[in-house]
């Protein structure tokens, strides 16, 4: 049996394949406040990506499960690369904030990153609007930077912008 760029050596699609990989890559890691375990915030990302932005876009909905896994954890952009492909390492690598000093420059080079990770961006962004309300203003500042990386005319990003921007107006008019 061949494998597609979509589809792994067993059978499964790339993002069936990456799901299961999320909880052993960010194990024993939770999402601030609550005791969440961090894999979730990455299902709910990739649920946005699919439900609310792309659509079935294989290899935005792996990434998506990839989103920060250079950066919370000892996984490898090589080992992503060898098991998911190396579009799903290259977007992984855009969306993950790898050394100290990068915090300055990560908007800059997420805004000339493809259309792919900076849709997934977003739909982190709108993830983060929910969530415990010491890191609401934190979260809404990231908010309006993520929109700022709806560039170009590709539909995904046009839905994503406008549901960013709809949400990010509800909580500004929401009382505290």
Known sequence: ????????????????NAAPMAPQAHEG???PGPTMPYFAHCSRV?????????????EIIAATYRHEVYEKTTLTREAVAMAMGSMVATLAERLSI????EKATYWERLAQAPWKARVIKIAHAL??????LDYQKARLRSARRAVLLATGHEPAIERASQVLRQSIDCFEQSPS
């Open 127 to 132: 993830d983060h609007l929910n969530g415990p």
């Open 46 to 58: 990739a649920m946005l990506v699919v439900f609310a932005f792309s659509g079935p876009a294989v």
């Open 98 to 101: 790898t050394i100290p000093d």
């Open 29 to 31: 890691q939770h999402s």
């Open 1 to 16: 049996m061949s494998s597609s760029p979509a589809t792994g050596a067993n059978g499964f699609s790339l993002w069936q």
